[in-house]
């Protein structure tokens, strides 16, 4: 019998789309879940909407053509913000972990700020560019920058000094060694840092949608509440969840596969 | 033969890394090492080889004394002094082709020339066929032949080579040795050695400078005369000047490794 169940158990790993039908009835038992729950509860539409009602409900939102809009607006914010976050805190966190006296300057200021979350600057930054777009921006950089930023600079202080000197033993310049030896020996700190900072940078969009913002999904989460309109707010909620999954899937993961695995540089 | 490394009354000091006191690593060393010559050094470890190794590599600064090559002072790295590390020094993100290549590519030397001469070093230290491979898809063995044609490929005047076969499996470091002879004949490289193995020292060493307890000195120069051609494990057992050689320097290390334990 167990040893019937185990080579089931073998089979099924190697039948094709194993991974997809797995992922499919794990959602369906959520689903069955969920509408089980919306249908014994009293006024479900206001507490809890049944499954079918939230799928309905996006019908209507992608016919005014509301969602797309909504969800693109969330995105170009998302990537916009967390760029310039990557693209400021990466360099900041290699000059801080290359050069001890710089270190010793912006480590306590940033470890102050990286307290301080994005929330807790969200009055100061509306008092300064009000209900705007530049304020969710804002936002959104700021919180992107500190994850980056901190695991880039225990990244270069980790790689070897075995791997620095026999680069300057064949002639590396201070620019070569940053380029052949730091940059690519904290590229496992880079993509756990980018995965970190935008996954921060995600949960600020919404929150900075939410206090800010006049459009995107932060936004009609907030004014869905206000209208009475469960079904769109866990219609939000489900579009934000499983963005973030195709998002991690089909960017994050694969540029990872494609650098420190390759590597040797990650074990499991 | 001219001198091509010179160290005159080399002393150091350098603060321990936890307890900040002041370690005592090199007194007065005073050698020479010649034109294509290849020198072993041994001694008890703490003895100081490696900090000789560091600042003739010029990773090192140092106050009191001199070391010089061609008698310029080193003041610090250059591409001209090669260093073959004792372990894990080939970058993980560079395939063989690649991390052997770095030297040149450094100096900017166009990719055609590159790959010609990558290939041919390649082939010197029989890594042909992995040359696509990943540093964690070679064995121990295959990292210290990358490593050693890495340094090679940069073409320097002088190779030291820290410890770099004690971390491979006895069988490969025997077959490591006879390959790194047959590279001293085919290159006419300058090298120092330096190692804890007495008979890696007699086997590849036309001298051997034997080390004295910390704080390290030049106890002994021990000389070595055997052809480098004549040089094989299968014969060495048998030749009385290898293990005459063998036994004076199994002594000297012995006496200080007393010495140093006492």
């Not at chain 1, 991974?19 to 499919?24: C, Y």
């Not at chain 1, 909504?70 to 914010?77: A, E, H, S, V």
């Not at chain 1, 936002?139 to 791997?163: C, D, H, K, N, W």
């Not at chain 2, 340094?151 to 410890?163: F, G, I, K, R």
Request: charged content about 20%; aromatic content about 8%; some cysteine.
């Amino acid at each position: 019998m167990r040893n019937n169940l185990n080579r089931f158990r073998a089979f099924w790993r190697h039948f094709p789309a194993a991974g997809a039908i797995n992922l499919a009835l794990i959602i369906l038992c959520i689903l069955l879940i969920w509408e089980l729950i919306s249908s014994t509860i009293d006024n479900p539409s206001r507490y809890l909407p049944s499954p079918i009602l939230v799928a309905l409900s996006s019908v209507d939102m992608i016919y005014k053509g509301l969602l797309p809009s909504y969800f693109g607006d969330t995105l170009i914010r998302l990537i916009t913000g967390s760029s310039i976050g990557l693209a400021l805190g990466i360099p900041f966190g290699l000059i801080i972990g290359i050069n001890r006296t710089s270190a010793d300057i912006f480590y306590p200021v940033m470890n102050f700020f990286q307290s301080v979350s994005g929330i807790a600057i969200f009055p100061i930054v509306v008092i300064w560019w009000g209900n705007s777009d530049t304020t969710v921006l804002v936002v959104i950089l700021y919180t992107s920058f500190f994850p980056i930023a901190f695991t880039v600079l225990s990244g270069v202080r980790e790689v070897p000094m075995q791997y620095i000197h026999a680069a300057r033993t064949m002639g590396a310049t201070r620019f070569q060694v940053i380029r052949d030896v730091l940059l690519p020996g904290s590229m496992p700190h880079i993509a756990t840092g980018s995965r970190l900072s935008i996954g921060f940078a995600w949960r600020a969009v919404i929150a900075g949608e939410m206090l800010a913002g006049r459009e995107g999904l932060g936004w009609m989460i907030f004014t869905a509440q206000d209208a009475d309109k469960t079904s769109e707010v866990i219609l939000g909620m489900v579009m934000i969840g499983v963005s973030w999954i195709v998002l991690d899937h089909y960017l994050l993961r694969p540029l990872e596969a494609d650098t420190i695995e390759r590597w040797g540089l990650v074990q499991r | 033969m001219p001198a091509k490394l010179v160290v005159t009354d080399l002393t150091h000091h350098y603060p321990d890394e936890y307890t900040g006191e002041s370690v005592h690593a090199l007194e007065k060393i005073n050698l020479e090492v010649n034109e294509g010559e290849l020198v072993t050094v041994v001694g008890p470890s703490g003895c100081g080889k490696s900090t000789l190794l560091n600042i003739l590599a010029g990773l090192l600064p140092y106050r009191e004394g001199n070391a010089s090559m061609d008698g310029v002072k080193i003041q610090g790295p250059s591409s001209e002094r090669g260093v073959v590390f004792q372990e894990q020094a080939i970058l993980p993100w560079r395939s063989v082709a690649k991390n052997i290549g770095h030297g040149l590519e450094l100096k900017g030397v166009p990719r055609g020339e590159r790959e010609k001469r990558v290939s041919e070093f390649i082939k010197l230290v029989g890594l042909v066929g992995f040359e696509d491979k990943f540093p964690h898809e070679l064995s121990g063995g295959m990292k210290q032949r990358c490593a050693v044609a890495r340094t090679l490929c940069a073409d320097p005047a002088v190779m030291l080579m820290d410890e770099p076969f004690a971390a491979v499996d006895a069988q490969t470091r025997i077959t490591l040795q006879e390959e790194l002879n047959r590279i001293a004949i085919a290159t006419k490289k300058t090298i120092l050695f330096i190692t804890h193995s007495v008979d890696e020292a007699a086997f590849l060493g036309d001298r051997c400078f034997v080390f004295t307890a910390r704080p390290g000195r030049l106890r002994e120069i021990v000389n070595i005369d055997i052809p480098r051609e004549k040089r094989i494990w299968a014969d060495m057992n048998n030749d009385p000047r290898f293990i005459e050689a063998r036994d004076k320097i199994m002594r000297l290390v012995r006496e200080e490794v007393l010495v140093s334990n006492a």
